[in-house]
């Protein structure tokens, strides 16, 4: 529906777009990304006619542009520009009432009973209406822009072109825009191309994407171009990572700053032990893998801290005994892996070691009351119980996410060894157990080094990982055991 083809355009002697091909389909919403420069206004400009090509095609709807007059143009495109200054003494319903100009009649453009709903219904949508008395220069920019977006939408057009529309907004009008256009777009079948900075806002709501670099569009196509790292790292000259929206299936993109690399002492930690708690807190923040009851998943953490309770403990609500744990005793919670276990907190094992100059630090509370085999028929008690064998390590090597989600199956491997060896069994079923019903992991890594993808058992890392889990937890299920003999 527009269609450009082999498009020359810009500036007097000034050439900026050059030979730039590209179709855009009716219904959708179209981003135009590029670095400040590629000329993404100025490609604007010439697909609604305010700059004349200086070679090439465009054509709207099966037509070329030069055959639309003014009027037509008007009707089928509107422009919520940067350039937009209306610094008059207008009041905002007037401003929105100029978008009617091309649907008015006559010589005198009599304003009818549908231009009114028109301009209400759109000042109501952009949330405008309640200053539509006001005059527009007494507005703030957040609110001049969506008074400028409720002109172009009285007007009721087939495309919407709109140039960097967020800006001056807040996220709040950020996103009630972009859905309002995102519902304009379904319900009217309206095209909207938009120029976008953010590539995040435009990964979330764009259909189709454009991406300019100097005059000329590098890739037209699906969201899946914002997770070329390499193709946008190029464009933007910056260090760029792409990664998942955690909620939707839509890529994110985010930049990476030069850092300095401060040196200090890798794997450093104090360490600080009470009845209540563990706390092992690291000078600088470790990317973390865990199930942690605080911070699962994966994230950066600072403190590592393991929770003592009672066998009888009611876990209703385990975290939030954590977090009010945690601030009891000045811990930041937003930093925090929290784990609960009912084992007596002095039999914990720590075990430091060094394999071929890499240094895990290994720390395990280990009771076995809740041992289950994992492949045994009969179901498991369901009740809520307290994690029994929490094991965390710590790595200091860069790993890549793969490489933690493998280092959590060495932890397990790993585990399980030191039951079999110990003839640990399941008390329902008696055979062989593979873990407890609740058990805990943790591995953490500093990102020093080159990023390394595997730490299974045929790794470096991952033996260190068997050797050292396997080392504390045989000790911590013994001294477990000693205890319980004593009693
Ligand atoms: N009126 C003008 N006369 C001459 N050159 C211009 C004019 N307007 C823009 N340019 C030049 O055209 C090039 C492209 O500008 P354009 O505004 O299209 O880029 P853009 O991608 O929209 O940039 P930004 O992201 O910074 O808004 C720039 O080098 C700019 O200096």
């Known amino acids: 529906m527009i269609e450009i083809k082999n498009l020359f355009g810009g500036y007097q002697k000034t050439l900026i777009i050059k030979d730039l091909t590209l179709t855009i389909e009716k219904g959708n919403f179209y981003a135009l990304i590029g670095p400040n420069g590629s000329g993404k206004t100025t490609l604007i400009k010439l697909i609604t006619g305010v700059l004349p090509n200086q070679g090439g095609t465009i054509t709207l709807f099966d037509k070329p542009l030069h055959s639309y007059s003014t009027i037509d143009r008007a009707k089928n495109m509107a422009v919520l520009s940067q350039e937009a200054k209306v610094e008059f003494d207008f009041r905002v319903e007037e401003i929105v009432m100029l978008g009617r100009y091309p649907h008015q009649k006559g010589f005198l453009k009599h304003i009818s009973y549908q231009d009114r709903r028109v301009v209400d219904n759109v000042m109501k949508q952009t949330d ?265 390590v710590f790595i200091d090597a860069h790993l890549t996410d793969g490489a933690l989600v493998n280092a959590v199956q060495s932890v397990t491997e790993a585990k399980t060894k030191a039951f079999v060896d110990l003839h640990i069994k399941d008390p329902v079923t008696q055979t062989i157990a593979t873990g407890t019903s609740t058990d805990c992991t943790l591995v953490a890594s500093t990102q020093k080094g080159e990023p390394t993808p595997y730490t299974g058992s045929g790794t470096v890392i991952g033996k260190g990982i068997g050797l050292s889990v396997y080392q504390a937890l045989v000790d911590a299920i013994g001294k477990y055991e000693s205890r319980r003999a004593l009693l």
């Open 128 to 392: 405008v209406f309640r200053f539509r008395k006001k005059p527009f220069k007494w507005l703030s920019g957040g609110e001049k822009q969506r008074v400028l977006l409720a002109k172009a939408l009285a007007q009721e057009p087939k495309i919407l072109f709109l140039d960097e529309p967020t800006n001056h907004l807040d996220i709040k009008h950020t996103v009630m825009m972009l859905q309002q256009l995102k519902e304009y777009q379904k319900m009217y079948q309206l095209t909207i191309v938009a120029i976008l900075h953010d590539l995040n806002t435009a990964a979330l709501f764009a259909d189709k994407i454009g991406l300019l670099q100097k005059g000329k569009l590098v890739e037209s196509g699906e969201l899946s171009l914002l997770q070329n790292e390499n193709q946008l790292s190029n464009v933007y000259e910056v260090a760029l990572k792409t990664y998942e929206h955690p909620i939707i299936p839509k890529p994110q993109i985010t930049v990476i700053p030069n850092q300095v690399d401060e040196d200090h002492a890798r794997l450093e930690y104090d360490l600080n032990q009470t009845d209540h708690y563990i706390h092992l807190q690291f000078s600088h923040p470790l990317r973390t893998i865990s199930n942690g009851v605080l911070g699962e998943g994966i994230q950066w953490s600072t403190n590592f801290c393991n929770f003592h309770v009672q066998n009888n403990y009611n876990c209703s609500n385990p975290r939030i005994d954590i977090i009010s744990w945690l601030k009891q005793a000045n811990i930041c919670e937003h930093s925090t892996i929290g784990m609960m276990t009912a084992v007596n907190l002095k039999d914990v094992s720590i075990v430091e070691k060094e394999y071929e100059g890499i240094k895990i630090l290994t720390v395990i509370t280990a009771g076995v009351g809740n041992a289950v085999d994992i492949t045994a028929k009969k179901s498991v008690d369901t009740g809520i119980q307290i994690g029994t064998v929490n094991i965390m």
